[in-house]
Every structure is written in structure tokens, then in C-alpha cells.
């Protein structure tokens, strides 16, 4: 089982910029893909970006060119760079891995943007 904890969220303006941490334990071998989601009030859950164990990025679209994933295997944090923010960014992150077919999530982060 993996855990996870998210870090890193709060309240910005807009036009500004927070990174997301997502410190990973447990049993660690065979996370195949790491990622990002949110969901605001109301909506369903998206995804936001994911790295996969060989380093390949994806992104939603809404969020491309404005946010980053990375990943840090020593430290076994994954993060989320977030710039240009807008106040539709304003959701809950939530940090995900997929390992052997079962996916595990964290707490998740409060992320609000203001006008």
C-alpha cells in the first residue's frame, strides 16, 4: 500500500504561483504513474497532470503551459509547479499513484484563487 501526502496548498491571486508537494511512502516499487487531480465545488473529480516511472508528462488541457509535474526519487516526492493561476483553478489537489492496478490517494490540498 502506498500513502500519500499532499502539501503546499493556499490562497493566492490570481496571476500567481504555488507548487503542490506530494511525499510518497509504504510500499513504493511498481508505482507505474504518479499524478494530480482536483475537484472544485460541485464538479467531478479531473485529472491534472501525471509522470509515469520513465518520466512522461501529461497534462489537461486547460492546464498546459501554466502547470509542471515533477518527480523526485530520492526524496519520493512528486510535485506540482502552478503558474498563471486563475481563480477557476480553485479546487481541492488531490495526489494519486497507480500501482499494480490499484490506486491510492492522498488527503488532498486546498488551492483558492482569487480574483
Known amino acids: 500500500q502506498v500513502q500519500l501526502v499532499e502539501s503546499g496548498g493556499g490562497l493566492v491571486q490570481a496571476g500567481g504561483s504555488l507548487r503542490l508537494s506530494c511525499a510518497s511512502s509504504?510500499?513504493?516499487?511498481?508505482?507505474?504513474?504518479m499524478g494530480w487531480y482536483r475537484q472544485a465545488p460541485g464538479k467531478q473529480r479531473e485529472l491534472v497532470a501525471s509522470?509515469?516511472?520513465?518520466?512522461?508528462?501529461n497534462y489537461a488541457d486547460s492546464v498546459k503551459g501554466r502547470f509542471t509535474i515533477s518527480g523526485d526519487n530520492a526524496k519520493n516526492t512528486v510535485y506540482l509547479e502552478m503558474s498563471s493561476l486563475k481563480p477557476e483553478d480553485t479546487a481541492v489537489y488531490y495526489c494519486?499513484?497507480?500501482?499494480?492496478?490499484?490506486?491510492?490517494w492522498g488527503q488532498g490540498t486546498q488551492v483558492t484563487v482569487s480574483p
Open positions: 509504504g510500499s513504493l516499487f511498481s508505482i507505474s504513474v
Open positions: 494519486s499513484a497507480l500501482r499494480l492496478g490499484f490506486r491510492s
Open positions: 509522470i509515469t516511472s520513465g518520466g512522461t508528462t
